[in-house]
Structure formats: C-alpha cells, structure tokens
C-alpha cells in the first residue's frame, strides 16, 4: 500500500466532527486586549504605551488631522509624507483573533500616513477592539478601508522574509480609552 493509499484511508474511516455553521470563529481565551498583543506580537508589531513616544522626540511625524495634539508633542510636522519618519493614524478598529487594525480613509485621514513612512504608529481605543474579522467587516462603513496586519513584509525572493519594502518596517499600537 502507498503511502497515499494509507493516507487516505484513515481520512476515509475518520468519523471527524463537523463544525458548526456558521464557524464562530476561534474561542478567545482572556480580554481582547490580551489577544489582540499576543496576535500583534505574532506579526513583529508592538503595543506601546505613550511614555514610549517619548523615545521618538525630534522626528518627523505626518499624522491624521484627528490625532490628540498631546500625542504629538516632542514631534516635529511635516506635510510631505514621503520624508516623515513616523505616521500616526487614529485606528478605527482593532480585530482580537488576527492583532489587525481597521482603518478608514475620509476627510482628514490620509491613508498615506500609514502606508508611506518607515514607522507607523496606530492609535486604538481599548473600548474599540473586536473579536473576530467577521465583526470587523459587519461594521465596515462604506468608505474606503483597510486592514492593517503587521509592519509591511514580503517573502518574494527565496521565501526570505524582508520589512518595509511596500510600507513601514515598524508598526507600534497605541492603546487609549
């Protein structure tokens, strides 16, 4: 016998459960904050309190027009999102089961801001995180969004992984609340 053939016939004789429909999505085990840092963390992003801001002091920031000015002291504005060492956004969601962020474009939130400087830092209210991708998407509104999953990176040559080639290598989570 093959070793296909003795595969298949175990998946064959398996009486396996079936999952419910619609799947609810993985239990989440402790707060959502909780599993959303582990899930953040997973992706090589960071949730940063606003004491660590402070390490940024004198950088160049583009950031959304409906940032806290307090978030921004110590920091240098630029209009030009192309020489920016940081961008700052406000996140509209972050989602538990994938560490993701929810942002939307509109008047005054420049999507650039978070796709265009080598550091974007993502501004969550604690009050704002979902469980599941699916309630994400119920909630999407009908302007433009996207999904933020992790600092930007690609596997394109060799399967070797490399940041910051389409977007910010690095990709801090500011909780508030």
Known sequence: MSDRERILSVIGGSTGVALPSPWPGPSLEGA???????????????????????EL???SV??????????????????????????????DYG??????????AGPGRNRLASLAPPHH?????????????EAAIEVLPSRTAVIVSGPSRTADIEGVIVRGIHGPRRLWVLLTD
Do not use: H, Q, Y
């Open 32 to 54: 959502l904050e909780n599993r959303f840092e582990s899930e953040l963390k997973t992706l090589g992003a960071e949730l940063v309190t606003a004491d660590r801001l402070k």
């Open 57 to 59: 002091a004198g950088a």
């Open 62 to 91: 583009f950031a959304d027009s409906d940032v806290p000015e307090p978030l921004l002291r110590g920091l240098v504005r630029t209009e030009d999102v192309w020489s920016a060492d940081l961008g700052i956004t406000l996140a």
């Open 95 to 104: 989602i538990a089961d994938t560490g993701s962020l929810l942002l939307t």
């Open 121 to 133: 830092i993502a501004v969550l209210s604690r009050t704002r995180i979902l469980d599941t991708a």
